[in-house]
């Protein structure tokens, strides 16, 4: 891996115009200074990541949200009872 090149192979922008980038399966979405978004699929998608990485370019992971457990105020009880009185 060529981490002193500016350019990686195939793609058509120079680290001086990434801003950030995720990874979706072997699809990297890169988020430019320009606030576009690209898609792109490198050949060698371990080295990729390494080379973004080692010209700073922020990784940006997907972070699942808590899940909130019901609580009796957004439980749906109310609907329940609304619904079982109208007989």
Known sequence: ???ANNTYP???FPTSEL???AIAIDCFI???KSSDLIHFTP???DDFPNWL???NIPYIENKKAKKEEPTAA???S????LFKNQK
């Open 1 to 3: 891996m060529d981490t």
């Open 10 to 12: 195939a793609l058509a």
């Open 19 to 21: 801003s950030a980038f």
């Open 30 to 32: 890169i988020s430019l």
């Open 43 to 45: 050949d060698n998608t």
């Open 53 to 55: 990485i080692a010209h």
């Open 74 to 76: 957004n439980s749906g």
């Open 78 to 81: 109310g609907w329940k009872e």
